[in-house]
Each structure stands twice: as structure tokens, then as C-alpha cells.
């Protein structure tokens, strides 16, 4: 099965502090792009990193990179000094050059205390 | 830019009633997609479209039909609504089919009774 599993239902983190969401990926595929959306109370999906399988080096924007290890299929989200606004569910996706799908990991909902 | 306009934000239908979810991109983009999103179950794909006249589906496309007249619009029917419709709907649009960033619409949180 093509799948991408979160494992962390619920992580939190204190203001100002860094945390790590986990996101695996099952493909078979060798060309592919993963995907953190954020997802806040308003619903609306949002965009915050993405990551090409055939670059090595790890994407990053701003407070947050990630930690592509292709071989392991791991592809885990940083946020570093967390902010109110980051609290939201955060949704790892990978989509394959091939076919036309994103698929979605079940989400991590973060919260961040004052 | 709106971007990706979805509407009705919110909808609550009975059992067997047909509804037509709008939505319009004005980016012009040739791909749009169709999602629902379920409890503990992240996003499945329903139907995609990859320009106007071409449609296909997804992962979970049955009882439902998409069209696709024009490049901004991309309105997703159901047929006869059933409870097991109830979820949060969101329509996507890309440039390109999956190497560029994905513009959601805000959502519909259809309730079928």
C-alpha cells in the first residue's frame, strides 16, 4: 500500500521551543515530492514546505525544515521557535511524478503553550 | 486573486437529495482536484481534472460526478446523498499536476441526515 503514516496524533510544545513532527512514506516510486500542509481552525489547508526525492539537500522556510532520509522513506517536519500561530494540525503528503494523487498522512494536531 | 473559491461553506441535506459543491480558481491552473477529508483519515482524492474537458477518478469516487467545462470552474454533483457523505470537502488546484504547490478552497462541511 502506498501510504504515509503520522504517528503523533497530538504533540505540544512550549512557546519559543522546537518541535519535531514525524512523518513515513511507503512508494515504490523513485521520483516523488512530500508536502507539509498546515491545517489551522479556519480550515484552510496551507502550504509550508515541500521537498523534491531527488534533491538531498533538506528544504527549509524560515522556522521550518525538514529531515529528508530517502532510504529510511522518513520525512519529519522542525519548527523552531514556536510561535501561537503555529497551532494547528499538520498534514504530510507525498505525491508521485506518475499519477495524479496526493496522498495524505491522518494528520498531528499541535498545540503551543504560552 | 480569490484564488480557489469553494461554496457552500456549509450544507446539511437529507437522505437521497442531490447538491452541486461550486468551485472556481481564477490562476488559471489546468489541474484541479476534488478531496474529502474524514476523522482520523487525512485526504482522499475523488475525482482530478487535468484541463477543461478531462476528468478522471480517484480514490473514493463513487456517488459522485464531476465536469469540467471551463478552466475555473470544477463542480463537484452528488448524485443521492447517504450519511456515509458527511464530511469536509475541499477542492485544490495546481499549475501542474503535483511538482508545484496545491491553492485549497476554504471547505464545505456537508451533513447528509
Known amino acids: 500500500a502506498q501510504t504515509v503514516t503520522q504517528s503523533q496524533p497530538e504533540m505540544s510544545v512550549q512557546e519559543a521551543e522546537t518541535v519535531t513532527l514525524s512523518c513515513t512514506y511507503d512508494?515504490?516510486?523513485?521520483?516523488?515530492?512530500l508536502f507539509w500542509y498546515k491545517q489551522p481552525p479556519s480550515r484552510q489547508m496551507i502550504l509550508v514546505i515541500r521537498?523534491?526525492?531527488?534533491?538531498?539537500q533538506n528544504a527549509t522556510e524560515n522556522r521550518f525544515s525538514v529531515n529528508f532520509q530517502k532510504a529510511a522513506k522518513s520525512f519529519s517536519l522542525k519548527i523552531s521557535d514556536s510561535q501561537l500561530g503555529d497551532a494547528a494540525m499538520y498534514f504530510c503528503?507525498?505525491?508521485?511524478?506518475?499519477?495524479?494523487?496526493?496522498?495524505f498522512g491522518t494528520g498531528t494536531r499541535l498545540t503551543v503553550i504560552p | 486573486n480569490a484564488g480557489v473559491t469553494q461554496t457552500p461553506k456549509f450544507q446539511v441535506l437529507k437522505t437521497g437529495q442531490s447538491m452541486t459543491l461550486q468551485c472556481a480558481q481564477d490562476?488559471?491552473?489546468?489541474?484541479m482536484s476534488w478531496y474529502r477529508q474524514d476523522p482520523g483519515m487525512g485526504l482522499r482524492l475523488i475525482h482530478y481534472?487535468?484541463?477543461?474537458?478531462?476528468?478522471d477518478q480517484g480514490e473514493v469516487p463513487n456517488g459522485y460526478n464531476v465536469s469540467r467545462s471551463t478552466t475555473e470552474d470544477f463542480p463537484l454533483r452528488l448524485l443521492s446523498a447517504a450519511p456515509s457523505q458527511t464530511s469536509v470537502y475541499f477542492c485544490?488546484?495546481?499549475?501542474?499536476?503535483?511538482?508545484?504547490?496545491?491553492?485549497f478552497g476554504q471547505g464545505t462541511r456537508l451533513t447528509v441526515v
Open positions: 485544490a488546484s495546481s499549475y501542474s499536476r503535483l511538482n508545484t504547490e496545491a491553492f
Open positions: 512508494t515504490s516510486e523513485s521520483d516523488y515530492y
Open positions: 521537498q523534491e526525492a531527488y534533491k538531498q
Open positions: 503528503a507525498r505525491g508521485d511524478t506518475g499519477a495524479n494523487n496526493l496522498f
Open positions: 490562476m488559471n491552473h489546468e489541474y
Open positions: 481534472s487535468v484541463g477543461a474537458g478531462i476528468t
